[in-house]
């Protein structure tokens, strides 16, 4: 099992940039994909970002390609999302989630998720 706590959520101006970790507990981090999804106000979750147990392969909505950066370190059972040129539209709630099977990009492939992390990026 992994338990995960999302943290580096806040309010910033369109343009700037954020940096969100999620640090897992459990001896098996290494063995899991990983993965961001976010839930906008009013709208349903949608996947960001996914990266391999290895981090050899990375994945990412069109929406943040060239915007946003998933990285893991294993030894510190830790993932994080790289956040640059924000805009408006990705204000949501940020979670991120486990899986143990495939670097999913759907939200029913993942078996863990923390409890998010809010971003608000103003106009």
């Known amino acids: 099992q992994v338990q995960m706590v999302e943290s580096g959520g806040g309010l910033v101006q369109a343009g700037g940039s954020l940096r969100l970790s999620c640090a897992a507990s459990g001896r098996t981090f290494s063995s899991y994909a990983m993965g961001w999804f976010r839930q906008p106000p009013g709208k349903e979750r949608e996947f960001v970002a996914a990266i391999s147990w290895s981090g050899g392969s990375t994945y990412y909505a069109d929406s943040v390609k060239g915007r946003f950066t998933i990285s893991r370190d294993n030894a510190k059972k830790t993932v994080y999302l790289r956040m640059n040129s924000l805009k408006p539209e990705d204000t949501a709630v940020y979670y991120c989630?486990?899986?143990?099977?495939?670097?999913?990009?759907?939200?029913?492939?993942?078996?863990?998720w923390g409890q998010g992390t809010q971003v608000t990026v103003s106009s």
């Open positions: 989630a486990a899986a143990r099977y495939t670097t999913g990009t759907h939200s029913y492939e993942y078996d863990y």
